[in-house]
């Protein structure tokens, strides 16, 4: 008698990304308390420098676990263009809140994103295949039901 296997319980992580859901309150504070800090700018701690920190985290998280969920579901040309434009926009706003030129921050802020967008096309590009299937180097498998598979290297 054959019988269902047994379902887990508790928190699912993996509908917002596995374990990287998990680092979402840690990066999601730090990137609040460096925002604060960065507008602070060494000076007097006030309820405005708290209240940008705690707006900044909260929609640091929401775009974060949104990404984390969005992001699966695109090809890996946009996952990447994705991935880049978020880094490059947080950055840029940590920047900006330096007293920087707009024009700095820009600067920045596009070559963090572009320095980003490339190395992560480039992971994308060599561990998936053409139908975003996530590839296994050097095992000679390719996601299952995939129906073809790499030579072992």
């Known amino acids: 008698m054959a019988h269902a296997a047994p379902r887990p ?9 596995g374990r990287a859901a998990l680092l979402t309150p840690v990066l999601a504070l730090v990137y609040g308390y460096w925002a604060a800090a960065n507008h602070r700018s060494g000076g007097p701690i006030t309820a405005g420098d708290v209240w940008l920190g705690i707006i900044s985290t909260i929609a640091f998280a929401v775009v974060y676990l949104g990404l984390l969920k969005l ?6 040309e ?4 994705a991935w880049a434009s978020f880094v490059g926009i947080a950055f840029g706003w940590l920047y900006s809140l330096t007293d920087a030129s707009v024009l700095r921050s820009i600067i920045m802020s596009v070559s963090v994103a572009t320095v980003l967008g490339a190395a992560v096309f480039y992971r994308f590009y060599t561990t998936e295949d053409g139908e975003g299937h996530r590839t296994h180097p050097g095992s000679g498998t390719t996601h299952p ?6 030579p072992a290297s």
């Open 145 to 150: 039901g995939s129906g073809t598979a790499s």
């Open 78 to 81: 946009l996952r990447a263009i």
């Open 9 to 17: 319980t508790g928190f699912r992580t993996s509908a917002f990304g």
């Open 71 to 76: 992001a699966p579901r695109l090809k890996r």
